[in-house]
């Protein structure tokens, strides 16, 4: 990636006049653990090799001056409260300014260029690395970096959450601050403990392949998910379902409803397959990884009915091509699959799911190889 490197630090030299620092973080793919979070279990992220490059320096006033290459977009805010940019784009970087202020930490004027190579709103999140490439620039660069990554990935939720108006979890910002290559991280998201699991693939590639669709439901159907999931775990005297297994669950069976009941038990079943696959990555048997991307799908699809008609068919294709492992990534209902591919299908697979998504809903998914590599980082 060092041709991103050179695009900002070039650009960055003719809009200022001078070099400045370059820095750069990565989208985030997550394997297995999905809708895991709220319920007290492990999500099994990654950061990968496509991210956010931008080059700073301290400019000495009271004010940033920010260049989106992508977007060809400037804006120039001040560090206050009140200072907010009108820019969608701008105000991540704002916000992050902002919110590293409020914890205490110094933030001066400085100017930046930056751009990135996350495809934008296809969940992988192209925000988290906006967001933590400059929170860790800014942290380096005023902070003598004594803010921690977890403040850092909090940083940059808080700026979802106080300054871009998204009510996000942690994982994408945890991913992006701690990403390594070669590795996965099983974060505990009720402990926020977190592990480092080898992901190194010889034989086989990562592809997502994006449905560009998005069904808009009514009745906000995640909020009913985790209805059901606090009413089972209330029900078993629990407070998440975290601890839950199969078998308490099943002795309540007849006291719940059967949507509660398939809800309860995709969770319980979700969190026992990110611990196999945590296993089996230890074992480099990437065919059981597979075989749990598979059940997740199909419980996904089946008991916690987050899939939809297109996503489903995706799968099915990757099924039928003999792909090892493949599922819907994210809360569901249009976005990607994450599919793990041996190199020998890889081509023959992406022509095929290309070919018949178009003959049948009349636009191509966009497919993107995704390598799992590192976080915010200093380019040196
Ligand atoms: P994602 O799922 O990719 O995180 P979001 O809607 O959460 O999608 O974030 C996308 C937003 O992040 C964009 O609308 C833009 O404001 C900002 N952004 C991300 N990448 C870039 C970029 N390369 N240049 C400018 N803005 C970006
Ligand atoms: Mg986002």
């Known amino acids: ?89 701008a105000r991540y970087v ?74 996000c979890g942690i994982m994408d910002q945890f991913a992006s601050v701690f990403g390594r ?22 034989e086989y590639r990562l592809v997502l392949v994006d449905s560009r669709v998005k069904h808009e439901l009514k009745d906000s159907p995640y909020n009913k998910r985790r209805e059901s999931c606090e009413r089972v775990a209330s029900r078993l005297g629990m407070e998440t379902l975290r601890d839950a297994t199969m078998e308490q669950l099943d002795a309540i069976k007849g006291d719940i409803s059967a949507e509660d009941y398939f809800r309860a038990k995709f969770v319980i079943e979700e969190k026992d397959r990110v611990l196999a696959v945590c296993d089996a990555l230890e074992k480099g048997d990437y065919e059981t990884v597979g075989k749990k991307m598979y059940e997740t799908h199909r419980g996904l699809s089946k008991d916690y ?31 990607c699959t994450i599919n793990l591919v041996p190199d020998g299908l890889h081509d ?8 018949r998504f178009n003959e049948k809903y009349g636009h191509e998914p966009m497919v993107y190889d995704v390598v799992i590599s590192d976080g915010a980082r200093k380019c040196e």
């Open 1 to 89: 990636m060092e041709d991103m490197k050179e695009k900002v630090a070039k650009a960055f030299k003719e809009r200022f006049g001078q070099q400045g620092t370059t820095y750069a973080s990565s989208g985030r793919i997550n394997l297995i653990g999905e809708h895991t979070d709220y319920n007290g279990g492990f999500v099994f992220p990654g950061a990968i090799d496509k991210g956010i490059w931008a080059e700073l320096a301290a400019n000495g006033l009271e004010k940033c001056r920010v260049y989106s290459m992508d977007l060809d977009d400037y804006a120039e805010f001040g560090l206050k409260e009140e200072d907010a940019p009108s820019q969608g784009w």
């Open 94 to 167: 704002f916000g992050v300014c902002r919110e590293i202020q409020k914890r205490g930490g110094k933030v001066e004027g400085f100017d930046a260029v930056f751009a990135g190579n996350v495809p934008l709103g296809a969940g992988l999140s192209s925000s988290a690395a906006l967001e933590s490439c400059f929170a860790f620039a800014l942290n380096d660069m005023f902070n003598n970096n004594v803010i921690s990554k977890f403040d850092l990935a909090r940083i940059g939720q808080s700026t979802e959450h106080n300054y871009c108006g998204v009510n």
């Open 181 to 202: 290559k070669g590795h996965l991280m099983r974060l505990d998201c009720r402990s926020m403990e977190y592990e480092y699991f080898p992901f190194d693939p010889k």
């Open 305 to 335: 009915e987050v899939s939809c008609e297109e996503l489903d068919f995706l799968n099915d294709i990757a099924k039928e091509c003999g792909v090892t492992g493949s599922r819907i990534m994210g809360g569901g209902f249009g976005g």
């Open 348 to 355: 023959s697979f992406i022509a095929e799911a290309k070919a």
